[in-house]
């Protein structure tokens, strides 16, 4: 019994309080997911059997990563394996262009493994992958590189801008585009090296004003704006 719980125990010394603020993030979006898929359709009882089982293989499959990651994670591989993984994740960011879109948006690959429906959102895996991109290329850099900042920051920063051009263009949703962006501007805001503290208050000044130009367009002359533009149209135009 003490191997088993063993085998599905983070690694030791890992931050207790991190993996109890996961699991528990997790389980209250499994139970949102859950109930959301409840309906008064004839067929509901069977709609929420196959989204329960969905929902908890994807959350066994997210634990077992998590686990899997606190005991084998090697910064070093990492550092070797970082660009191969950026590579396939472009990939998968355009598999999605191969499956129908819903709602406008093409962001998602669909899959219907014994008869069963699952979609796979690449750029959700984007963002996990990008974090791990910023922390080899920005936050391991030594104190005494002759590098530049722009030097430090230009490989990571055009596989981001790919990965956003891919998510706000080619897949059309704007929604995963932003929140993708402002996750990496968060992340390139951590690393203290003097070099590319100027880039920083950039990306500081940017935040700021994409938060003022966000609330503007919230307004009804924004509204006004973007109707005009013709950039959104219809349902996108109600969901901004």
């Known amino acids: 019994m003490k191997k088993i719980l063993k085998f599905f125990r983070v690694r ?14 997790a389980l209250f979006g499994l139970v949102m997911a859950i109930s959301a898929s409840m309906t008064t359709a004839s067929n509901s009882s069977k709609i929420l059997i196959v ?23 090697n910064f070093k591989k990492l550092k070797n394996l970082i660009f191969p993984i950026s590579i396939i994740m472009i990939v998968l960011l355009l598999s999605t262009l191969f499956f129908e879109e819903v709602n406008g948006a093409q962001a998602w690959i669909r ?5 069963i429906s699952f979609t796979i ?25 002759q590098r530049s900042g722009t030097e430090i920051l230009k490989k990571p920063l055009y596989i981001i801008f790919i990965q956003a051009f891919i998510i706000l263009i080619l897949q059309s949703d704007l929604g995963s ?8 501007a968060m992340v ?7 070099k ?3 880039h920083q208050n950039i990306v500081i000044i940017l935040f700021i004003l994409g ?3 966000t609330t503007f367009l919230l307004t009804d002359k924004g509204l006004a704006l973007i109707e005009s533009v013709g950039i959104f149209k219809g349902y996108k135009l109600a969901r901004f």
């Not at 030791?12 to 993030?25: F, G, N, V």
């Not at 989204?51 to 994670?73: D, E, L, R």
């Not at 899959?111 to 008869?115: E, S, V």
């Not at 690449?122 to 290329?137: C, D, G, N, Q, R």
């Open 51 to 73: 989204t329960t089982i969905k929902q908890f293989v994807y959350f066994a499959a997210g634990y077992g990563g998590m686990v899997f990651a606190s005991k084998h994670f």
């Open 177 to 184: 585009a932003i929140v993708f962006l402002l996750i990496m």
């Open 211 to 213: 938060l003022v130009g």
């Open 188 to 194: 390139l805001l951590i690393p203290a090296h003097p």
């Open 196 to 198: 590319i503290k100027i």
């Open 121 to 145: 959102q690449p750029s959700e895996f984007a963002k996990l992958t990008s974090i791990l991109l910023a922390a080899v290329f920005v936050g391991d850099v030594s104190l005494n590189t």
């Open 12 to 25: 030791e010394k890992s931050d207790i309080w991190i993996s109890i603020a996961t699991i528990s993030l």
């Open 111 to 115: 899959l219907r493994p014994a008869g």
